[in-house]
């Protein structure tokens, strides 16, 4: 069965508890997901869990454009993962709903407990979990703890410690920060799996011999310059090719005769 992605709207508005199961409740937990990371995992892991024995549907509740990207574009460093990347993601670990937000200016100075007066009123929830320091509402009002206090009596709540790699938490900021250091191991290592860059949806410019395509306008992370090992796949599981790849002044260049066209992922190794 494929995930169902639902927009904010429509899911705090009135009329939709018969169409989407409202006799179930939901096992959820709350996110950007940027990288569906080793941290993120053991939250989709919980939900799923939790879901399975308490025949609850798992979903998710996220966001089409980091938050960080509207608030503080000036500092904002790029995406690890387009929307396509996350969903296809969160869905092959079985997640059932994936509710989307389009954050904004105007959504921003929502409360913390406004947020969750949202959830209680318009859907039943049985079951949140959230990382440890989860923050949400107006300049982020509200922490984990706050959050468990909101959502009581009558939703289950956890709030579960980072996931460590060494000494320090994994988190998509320290995922960013070794990609933007080429330590694409590193990067793999916190992710779980390669990181990889995909290209579907963004301008491709042909010059001479080589394709490249900008990262930075596409609001991604991008790598430190130089070459780079990779697989290029045709799909995030597709055949591939082992080659090398540039990154040069926020572009991403690949040989045209590697090149295959439509949708193709380039995958650090």
């Not at 009123?121 to 949140?128: E, H, S």
Request: proline letters at 5%.
């Amino acid at each position: 069965m494929s995930m169902r992605i639902l927009s904010w709207e429509d899911f705090t508005g009135p009329g939709m508890g018969e169409d989407l199961g409202e006799e179930r409740s939901r096992a959820l937990s709350i996110g950007v997901f940027d990288g569906v990371h080793r941290g993120h995992r053991r939250l989709i892991e919980k939900i799923l869990r939790h879901g399975r024995e308490n025949n609850r549907i798992p979903m998710v509740i996220s966001f089409r454009q980091s938050p960080r990207r509207v608030l503080a574009p000036a500092s904002w460093h790029g995406d690890i993962y387009s929307l396509r990347q996350k969903l296809a993601i969160l869905e092959s670990l079985g997640v059932e709903e994936a509710v989307l937000i389009d954050f904004s200016g105007d959504f921003s100075r929502i409360s913390g407990k406004e947020f969750v007066d949202l959830l209680k009123k318009r859907r039943r929830i049985g079951y949140l979990a959230v990382g440890a320091n989860f923050r949400c509402g107006y300049r982020l009002d509200t922490g984990a703890d706050r959050l468990g206090e909101l959502v009581s009596p009558g939703i289950e709540f956890e709030a579960l410690p980072p996931v460590m790699a060494g000494e320090h938490p994994v988190s998509s900021s320290r995922i960013r920060r070794a990609i933007s250091e080429g330590n694409m191991g590193l990067a793999s290592e916190l992710l779980g799996r390669p990181f990889a860059v995909d290209l579907e949806g963004l301008e491709v410019l042909k010059t001479g011999g080589v394709f490249s395509w900008d990262l930075r306008a596409a609001s991604r992370i991008i790598p430190r310059p130089g070459r780079y090992p990779v697989m290029l796949r045709q799909g995030p599981s597709g055949e591939g090719i082992q080659t090398e790849v540039s990154v040069d002044r926020g572009r991403l260049l690949v040989d045209s005769g590697l090149y295959g066209g439509g949708g193709t992922f380039v995958e650090f190794r």
